[in-house]
């Protein structure tokens, strides 16, 4: 630990209106609920591009093995890719941006908000001028 952690450690609530930050971590209700997504997604007409170190899942029945791309994109038919938040975001404009007029849209649009709301804490603006995240 060191000394200025020590010395700021000790305010705990002299900052009362510091922004918390924090990475956001895959759970398996969160995967599972993508899943439903991702599976609209890829009705729709979207795919993923697979990219070494790209996160992905794969279903065993109940539980789901968690890997990394490593020059295998060829073998990844079913697996289920797991995006970084900022793509959530990214997936959630070209949804809004699609001129089709397939009423699978607006529910695609929906699940991924819910989904954000649901496991995503982050709720002021990341990305203002993208207009990449949501306001609550």
């Known amino acids: 630990m060191t000394r ?9 609530s002299v900052y009362p209106n510091r922004q918390g ?7 398996k209700d969160a995967i ?3 899943e439903d997504i991702w599976r609209d997604l ?7 591009e697979w990219q070494n170190a790209d996160r ?10 968690l890997f990394a791309v490593h020059n ?16 959530f975001y990214e997936i959630r404009e070209s949804l ?5 007029d397939d009423h699978r849209l607006d529910h695609a649009i929906g699940a991924v908000d819910r989904w954000l709301k ?14 990449l995240c949501m306001r609550e």
């Open 96 to 100: 809004l941006n699609n001129p089709g």
């Open 72 to 87: 295998d994109a060829a073998h990844l038919d079913m697996a289920i890719p797991l995006p970084g938040i900022v793509t």
């Open 42 to 48: 890829w009705r729709l007409g979207y795919k993923w």
């Open 32 to 34: 599972n609920d993508w």
């Open 118 to 131: 649901k496991y995503y804490t982050q709720r002021s603006a990341l990305f203002t001028e993208d207009k």
């Open 4 to 12: 200025i952690y020590k010395d700021l450690a000790t305010q705990g």
């Open 56 to 65: 992905y899942a794969r279903r065993r029945g109940d539980i789901f093995n």
């Open 21 to 27: 930050l924090r990475n956001f971590t895959w759970t």
